[in-house]
């Protein structure tokens, strides 16, 4: 599967963004998708995860509440909805797909990242 994320910009802070990834290959239903980011000078870390059908989400802690996993099978994407934005989620964002394992975990397909900045 390969993968393409977009959506990322600059934003102020307490604003929204919302990231797409969109994916190519007829059996997207068959991954679970996930997005991460990478800080400068920081260890890419998970962000949130959804499962095959959508049923099950998972989320980093720093990001509960503020951030909407979402994947609409028919289109092939997966959506991040950003909301409450805060400086320290400045990073390039991933998407990411696996068709065995979901949640903070590592995956086999990677996107090219798409850049968030946050100005405080």
């Known amino acids: 599967v390969q993968l393409q994320a977009s959506g990322g910009g600059l934003v102020q802070a307490g604003g929204s963004l919302r990231l797409s990834c969109a994916a190519s290959g007829r059996t997207f239903s068959s991954y679970a998708m996930a997005w991460f980011r990478q800080a400068p000078g920081k260890e890419r870390e998970f962000v949130a995860a959804?499962?095959?059908?959508?049923?099950?989400?998972y989320y980093a802690d720093s990001v509960k509440g503020r951030f909407t996993i979402s994947r609409d099978n028919a289109k092939n994407t997966v959506s991040l909805q950003m909301n409450m934005l805060k400086p320290e989620d400045t990073a390039v964002y991933y998407c990411a797909a696996d068709n065995v394992r979901v949640g903070d975990v590592e995956y086999d397909y990677w996107g090219q990242g798409t850049l968030v900045t946050v100005s405080s």
């Open positions: 959804i499962s095959w059908s959508g049923g099950r989400t």
